[in-house]
């Protein structure tokens, strides 16, 4: 089945440290897109790409990196310089603009 | 991007039909309004899409009056399961340079038996 995977669904980051969440699609998505959600609120932009080898800052790009090396793929790090980094993690792609756009069961980020 | 109004909370039974209405005043030419469902620690689930007049798939309708500056999502006859947040979203531009969502905070559905 075509779908949206995230891994790993929960995970704990030390104070300091870099984690990266993966996001992988088999649906031949050319954009692909990561958004914040926190508790009782919508989702927010961190990072866009159009195509491979490209992409834009959300709204809350700071603190965050991405790389899209493959289309299929969207990696998105965590840096020690996002101060406040526990949330709800969603990555989405679609096929073309005024598509809907297909999202994962996301990665749940928390701080030891 | 235009911006969304949506109640915060919506309670219902089941077996009832439920419209959840989004007003959407600063909607663009080119925007289309889309619908997404989210459960719990779950991503968005694509409902319904449409641009004027009346959508209707398996699961839902959605009514979009000429003006387009509001729309009603209808949920027939609905279930336990239906218990989620709804999300009323415009401004997924013509390969516009965003292409990006616009998320409110929702409709919490709380249907009871």
């Known amino acids: 089945d075509g779908g949206i995977t995230q891994s790993p669904k929960y995970l704990f980051r030390k104070e300091g440290q870099n984690v990266t969440l993966s996001c992988e699609q088999n649906?031949?998505?050319?954009?692909m897109y990561w958004y914040r959600q926190d508790p009782g609120q919508g989702l927010r932009l961190i990072y866009y790409?159009?195509?491979?080898?490209?992409?834009q800052k959300g709204d809350i790009a700071e603190g965050y990196s991405v790389s899209r090396e493959k289309k299929e793929s969207f990696p998105l790090t965590v840096t020690s310089a996002q101060k406040n980094p526990t949330a709800f993690y969603l990555c989405?792609?679609?096929?073309?603009?005024?598509?809907?756009?297909?999202f994962g069961d996301g990665t749940r980020l928390s701080i030891l | 991007l235009a911006k969304t109004t949506q109640p915060i909370s919506m309670d219902s039974y089941e077996g009832q039909e439920v419209n959840i209405t989004c007003s959407h005043n600063?909607?663009?030419?080119?925007?289309?309004i889309t619908w997404y469902q989210q459960f719990p620690s779950q991503g968005p689930r694509f409902i319904i899409q449409?641009?004027?007049t009346k959508v209707t798939n398996e699961v839902a309708s959605l009514f979009i009056p000429a003006d387009r500056k509001s729309s009603t999502l209808s949920l027939p006859r609905v279930s336990l399961s239906d218990t989620a947040v709804y999300y009323c979203?415009?401004?997924?531009?013509?390969?516009?340079?965003?292409?990006?969502?616009?998320f409110g905070t929702g409709t919490l559905l709380a249907v009871q038996p």
């Open positions: 989405a792609s679609r096929r073309e603009s005024n598509q809907p756009q297909h």
């Open positions: 649906l031949n998505h050319d954009a």
């Open positions: 600063n909607i663009a030419t080119n925007d289309y």
């Open positions: 449409g641009y004027k």
């Open positions: 979203l415009v401004g997924e531009d013509y390969g516009g340079a965003t292409n990006k969502l616009i």
């Open positions: 790409s159009q195509i491979v080898n490209d992409f």
